[in-house]
């Protein structure tokens, strides 16, 4: 029997993700499995191998796609989990000896039930579905996850807890809440608060579940938010099914065996363009469940949703025969395997398949392209937990430069960390005089540009006095006090530096990367002129608020902030707002939408394009500075269009023994999905 030994590797810590930002794997028919298999005939309506403890524990599984039906033969235990014609057990049996353990022993565990009933329609079906439901309730009060009855620890969406919340809430703070299982039910006579049961319709939007290449709307796509009775306003969910046929016997050939094209279809060369289709269609919409048959194959799936959840480097190596089988959209067919995708060492663009700050070079013989780490400032690859702790603590934390891999287990790799000295003003030789008195000049400073008034000087003065500005940085240091970095860098100055990392007082954190702009007085008198008397005498003490020459030399770097290319999250009034404008909108690298303004959201699963360099100008112009100098604006560079999955190959062949049960089923005219 195939399984998994051991538990997959623990991903980084996924708590500041909102439930709706979240992607977990799902398993299809989870209860029609190997072990729960009575007998030959059960075995040819299996979509899984082990048990659903098993799935849970050593698959990663976090969604359980259950069939249920009424069926008043079973006196003691009415409602059964079923495949078309054929019993697995009874659903109180089946969930008391494999979900009510799991959760006992993971009580961090957040687990999805997404139910589908069965034989409730016709003549009695409001009956049949009210006797369902109190069948339901039954099992939920009776059945208890450490002595808390399973009833308790169920979402409640309209619970006190959440009626301040604008949108789902964080895994975090579902698994301080306790209400970690989530029930959806495919009826609206299911729906219920008391015990937390939603019907999908309200809250999802589903793809039809045939096939692995096309993505068709089965419900809720054109609804960006929920229905539900007393709330409209939270993000609507994505279940995206992903299992290719009618029988798990048909799908298996194409999940479980070597040398699957793409992986398999739980591959990344299958699945991942799937997503990308599905999400094209969709509206943006990262899948939340992954809905997939023979989880026990699913290592790939698992690297493609945590991909989905924190990023890095989409995966290639898979076995290929042409590009469309290739989550990179690239396939070296003298080594028969999926690679990188080649693009140059200044591309700003991610290449697909490797990590950020890398690009792909071709071998330049047979062998598979090859990820080359590209030259950069190593300060600004820091591990931390959030973007804003990354920050406080670059100058001590873990670096980073090949990504997530260098960072411990419950960390992620932060890019743009600014860890240098603070910019210095470059003093000008000379300074230019202006024939007006209220004439303004533009002093450009490394990221900002300001205006102070010139000088005020006469046309007729022959030499006008020269104002020079300090070599020394604008702030002795990049570490400042604050509550929050924002706070730091509002408020810093020279009496909130803490260049050491230790000097700030009680309740107040030390950060790091903070570009301060406050200005120093000059160390000596304005020099006089030599020539006209200036208009006030020349001052004995340094002058504290004498505006600074303007220098007209160029800026070193772009003026924009970094662009953070690990951050997939961006603020916006909805994904094509967020997406289309991601270079300029405010970024959100942690999914919540705190650092968003003017009531936008955060956005995730967007691949931003870099955003246009900046050219400074080389030379002063002759005529007078304006307000606000002109920048010539490069063109943004664009990546190739995504090669879409469009595979017109038939089905995996089968096992002998496969094709004989196939060949049965189709003769006993059973449909089992």
């Known amino acids: 029997m195939m399984r998994h030994q051991q538990p997959p590797q623990q991903p980084p810590d996924d708590g500041d993700l909102p439930f709706h930002k979240a992607t977990f794997l799902a398993s299809h028919n989870a209860h029609a499995n190997r072990d729960a298999a009575s007998s030959f005939f059960e075995t040819l309506g299996i979509n899984q191998d082990s048990s659903i403890y098993d799935q849970l524990s050593n698959n990663d599984v976090r969604g359980l796609l259950l069939d249920i039906k009424l069926d008043p033969n079973f006196a003691d235990e009415q409602l059964r989990l079923v495949h078309g014609p054929l019993d697995f057990g009874g659903f109180s049996s089946v969930a008391n000896e494999n979900l009510i353990p799991f959760l006992e022993e993971n009580p961090n565990a957040i687990v999805t039930l997404i139910l589908e009933t069965t034989g409730d329609s016709g003549e009695y079906e409001a009956t049949i579905r009210a006797n369902i439901l109190k069948e339901l309730q039954t099992i939920f009060s009776a059945l208890s996850v450490n ?69 068709i709307a089965q419900f809720g796509w054109d609804s960006s938010t929920v229905s539900l009775p007393s709330n409209q306003s939270w993000s609507r969910l994505f279940m995206m099914n992903h299992f290719c046929c009618e029988s798990g016997a048909e799908s298996f050939g194409r999940v479980v065996g070597e040398a699957l094209l793409g992986g398999g279809d739980n591959g990344w060369g299958i699945l991942y363009p799937r997503i990308q289709n599905c999400m094209a269609n969709n509206g943006g919409v990262t899948p939340n469940f992954i809905a997939l048959d023979w989880v026990v194959n699913s290592e790939e799936a698992r690297a493609v949703r945590d991909y989905l959840k924190f990023g890095g480097a989409v995966g290639r190596g898979q076995t290929c025969d042409d590009d469309s089988q290739c989550a990179t959209s690239s396939c070296n067919t003298a080594a028969g395997i999926c690679q990188c995708q080649e693009c140059a060492s200044n591309s700003l663009d991610i290449c697909p398949g490797c990590a950020s700050g890398q690009y792909c070079q071709s071998a330049g013989d047979s062998s598979a392209n090859q990820c080359i780490v590209k030259e950069r400032i190593e300060n600004s690859y820091v591990c931390s937990t959030s ?26 790799c932060f890019n743009a960390v600014d860890c240098l000295p603070a910019p210095t003003l470059q003093p000008t030789d000379q300074s230019s005089s202006s024939s007006s008195s209220d004439a303004t000049t533009s002093v450009q400073v490394q990221e900002i540009t300001t205006t102070v008034p010139a000088t005020a000087e006469t046309s007729e003065s022959p030499s006008a006095a020269v104002i020079e500005p300090t070599a020394a940085p604008i702030t002795p240091a990049s570490r400042y006090c604050g509550e929050s970095y924002e706070d730091a860098k509002t408020t810093c100055s020279e009496i909130t530096a803490c260049p050491k990392g230790y000097e700030c007082p009680s309740g107040l954190t030390c950060y790091d990367g903070v570009k301060c702009f406050t200005r120093r007085p000059t160390s000596s008198p304005t020099d006089t002129p030599t020539t006209a008397s200036p208009i006030s005498p020349p001052s004995a003490s340094p002058v504290t608020d004498a505006p600074i020459a303007p220098s007209m030399s160029p800026t070193d770097r772009p003026t924009r902030a970094p662009f953070d290319f690990f951050n997939e999250y961006f603020c916006g009034g909805n994904f094509t707002e967020a997406q289309s404008s991601c270079y300029t909108t405010t970024p959100c690298p942690t999914g919540s939408p705190a650092s968003c303004l003017n009531g936008e959201t955060c956005y995730g699963g967007i691949k931003c394009i870099a955003p246009p360099s900046i050219s400074p100008t080389l030379q002063p112009t002759d005529k007078p500075p304006t307000k606000s ?36 089923v189709g003769v006993a005219g059973v449909m089992l999905w």
């Not at 789902?168 to 809440?177: A, H, M, V």
């Not at 973007?387 to 992620?412: E, H, I, K, L, Y």
């Not at 490069?634 to 049960?661: D, K, R």
Request: proline content about 5%; aromatic content about 10%.
């Open 147 to 215: 002595g808390q009855p399973l009833k308790e620890i169920t979402f409640k969406y309209d619970d006190l807890l959440w009626q301040n919340h604008d949108n789902w809430p964080t895994l975090s703070e579902i698994r301080q809440s306790g209400q970690r299982l989530f029930i959806f039910s495919d009826r609206s006579e299911l729906a219920n608060s008391e015990y937390g049961f939603m019907h999908n319709q309200q809250v999802m939007k589903e793809n039809y579940w045939e096939g692995v290449v096309d993505c």
């Open 387 to 412: 973007f804003d702790s990354a920050v406080a603590s670059c100058n001590t934390a873990v670096r980073c430069p090949n990504g997530n891999d260098d960072c411990p287990v419950d960390q992620v």
């Open 629 to 664: 100098p002109s920048a010539v604006v490069q063109e943004q560079t664009t990546s190739p269009p995504f090669n879409w999955l469009n595979t017109n190959g038939g089905m995996a062949a089968m096992s002998g023994g496969y094709a004989i049960v196939a060949m049965i």
